[in-house]
């Protein structure tokens, strides 16, 4: 059961455990639904709890257009549950997809509150899954990275407090804890270093307002992960996947022993969609995949078709220099630019998580490390076929959509 139970209906079940379900941030909307009279436990009726899973649920989402919002809405559909999604342009293909599943496209944008109230109103779960992930960004793209970032998340909630949601999860990262160093943290652990990247400033700045609208009683659940994997993957890691099936890799690289804990995005949609069915409002749930370093991750790569064979590993500094003239030119022809200074910083780093508690709580599971890789390089190899007669640079990209 994913909640608690303390106090035992007598006459009137439904009236009786009301508070205790209202009290453990239960939808106040669900209550009455999910609450049957059922057996006796000690002469007493006791209520049958069935889970939000089995309720019909409508779910508010945005970010739903991006690389885990389609694999959210997915896992969301697949629970029965309704889903308004926002997204600013619903004639693109991204949005396209979202609707032959089965959404509502909704016009909006997380950086203009009064675009999403009308939209949010009604809902029984409100999940910001929203956010701007780049490195090597100009002063325009630091710019908009912190309306999307952090204003969104101001917009959103506060929205969301406004209109009595009875419960919120947003979508932050494990990023906005900071640099684990060598041992591996958990939900307890506070940040101890500077941010390194406008991405990392401006979700640590975001995920404070989240723990900010919790202390004001907003009934939020907040979730955690780390780099989010998988075919079609729209960030740094992405482009090096691409690169890699391409036989593209150049023959360096750095920080070969760094700890990341991959996800891969469907395992982490899951994980979200858990935690708005079972997790607990005022808690946060890292979810990530367990530890591992790049020279692990590359030989599971070496198994697949590619090119890459580092010859020479570099100390961080020096490929900080070297990436440094590159930002411009590839942001000029149309790429992020993922080899930049930010981009040697995060991998230079230590990001090692504890999902422990995710997996106790929420019942949460994820694939292995040879599902996990094998599984995003096949798919990438079987998205070459789409790519014939594309250029350098738009065979670097993700494709606008891969149903």
Known sequence: MPWTLTNAGQRNPKMTWYPVLHGQGIPKALIYRILKPGRQVQGRDLPIIHTLKDTAMHIFLTGATGFIGQALTKAMLQRGWSITALVRKPGSPQAQVLSAMGARLVSGDVTERESVRAAMMGADIVVHNAGQ?????????????????????????????????????????????????????????????????????????????????????????????????????????????????????????????????????????????????????????????????FLEIFKYWQQKPGRFIPR??????????????????????????????????????????????????????????????FGTLDGEISLLARRKGQGLIERLKPLDRVD
């Open 133 to 293: 992930l780049e490195y090597g960004v100009d002063s325009a793209g630091e710019k908009r990275m912190r309306a999307v970032n952090v204003d969104g998340v101001e917009n959103v909630l506060g929205l969301a407090r406004e209109l009595g949601i009875s419960r919120t999860i947003y979508v932050s990262t494990i990023q906005a804890f900071g640099r684990t160093g060598s041992l591996q943290r958990d939900e307890t652990f506070t940040r101890n270093t500077a941010c390194q990247t406008v991405y990392e400033q401006t979700k640590t700045d975001a995920h404070e307002i989240a723990l900010q609208y919790q202390q004001r009683g907003l009934p939020l659940i907040i979730v955690c992960p780390h780099q989010v994997v998988g075919p079609n993957d729209h960030s740094v890691m992405g482009f090096f996947q691409r690169l890699y099936v391409n036989g593209l890799m150049p023959p360096l690289a750095w920080s070969p022993k760094s700890t990341v804990c991959c996800v891969e995005v469907n395992d982490l949609a899951e994980g979200i969609s858990l935690a708005a069915e079972k997790g607990r409002t005022g808690e946060t749930y890292i979810l990530c995949g367990d530890p591992q370093n």
């Open 312 to 373: 020479l590993y570099l100390p961080a500094r020096i490929a900080e220099v070297m990436f440094a003239p590159m930002e411009p030119i590839m942001r000029m022809f149309g790429l992020p630019a993922f080899f930049s200074r930010e981009t040697v910083r995060v991998v230079a780093a230590n990001w090692n998580f504890s999902n422990k508690k995710a997996k106790e709580e929420l019942g949460w599971t994820h694939r292995s490390f040879e599902a996990l890789w």
